[in-house]
């Protein structure tokens, strides 16, 4: 049981440049996220899902792709980078359904992707 | 949507001294309000949660309250030790579990030896 898998974690651009970041859980969690963290702003959400075929638009979208082909992936594309999309991403995902001990859900990260955009 | 505000955004304590994180929230419609904690270099984990109809939690040396009529919630930390220090994150949303977290800022706590 690996958790969230997230590839690369770092990585350069050039601006203009296009580029995947990948995320990959084995805990059949229905939702997954993507949140993106920069010094003093905490974390901020970009795009979300709660199923296969089923994504939606967070605090964060502009600039960013996402996809839910499967239950396990779910891809943050980065179409043409900036300087300003330059930050740590982190990928998270949980259940839909009640965590038996807390009766709520686990957000569960990957160890994020450092991502410079020059 | 939610807006969620944390303060401060840095404290440093005494070791052994309690210390305390504030958040406010905008959402009345918000009821899961969890705390995370991101150690140098690592992935934030969940160490406390609290849910609307409950007003305060505690599990060991950690306890949140909330305040729901306020629109604020808490975490505090008593006879702090140096694996606390770390930035801790606090979060609301209006769904039944983690789904559309929305963070604060985080507090970067230090424990002074």
């Known amino acids: 049981n690996a958790g969230v898998t997230q590839t690369p974690k770092f990585q350069v651009l050039k601006t203009g440049q296009s580029m995947t970041l990948q995320c990959a859980q084995d805990?059949?969690?229905?939702?997954m996220s993507w949140y993106r963290q920069d010094p003093g702003m905490g974390l901020r959400l970009i795009h979300y899902s709660v199923g296969a075929g089923i994504t939606d638009q967070g605090e964060v979208p502009n600039g960013y792709n996402v996809s839910r082909s499967t239950t396990e992936d779910f891809p943050l594309r980065l179409l043409s980078a900036a300087p300003s999309q330059t930050s740590v991403y982190f990928c998270a995902s949980s259940t839909l359904r009640g965590d038996r001990i807390s009766g709520a859900n686990v957000l569960t990260f990957g160890a994020g992707s450092r991502l410079t955009v020059l | 949507g939610e807006n969620v505000e944390q303060h401060p955004s840095t404290l440093s304590v005494q070791e052994g001294d309690s210390a305390v994180i504030k958040c406010t929230y905008s959402d009345s419609a918000s009821n899961y309000f969890p705390w995370y904690k991101q150690e140098l270099g690592k992935r934030p984990q969940l160490i406390i949660d609290i849910r609307s109809n409950v007003g305060e939690k505690k599990d060991q040396r950690i306890a949140v309250t909330l305040n729901k009529t306020a629109k604020h919630f808490s975490l505090h930390i008593t006879e702090t030790q140096p694996e606390d220090s770390a930035v801790y994150f606090c979060a609301a949303t209006p769904f039944q579990g983690a789904q559309k977290l929305v963070f604060g800022q985080g507090t970067r706590l230090t424990i002074n030896p």
């Open positions: 805990m059949n969690h229905e939702y």
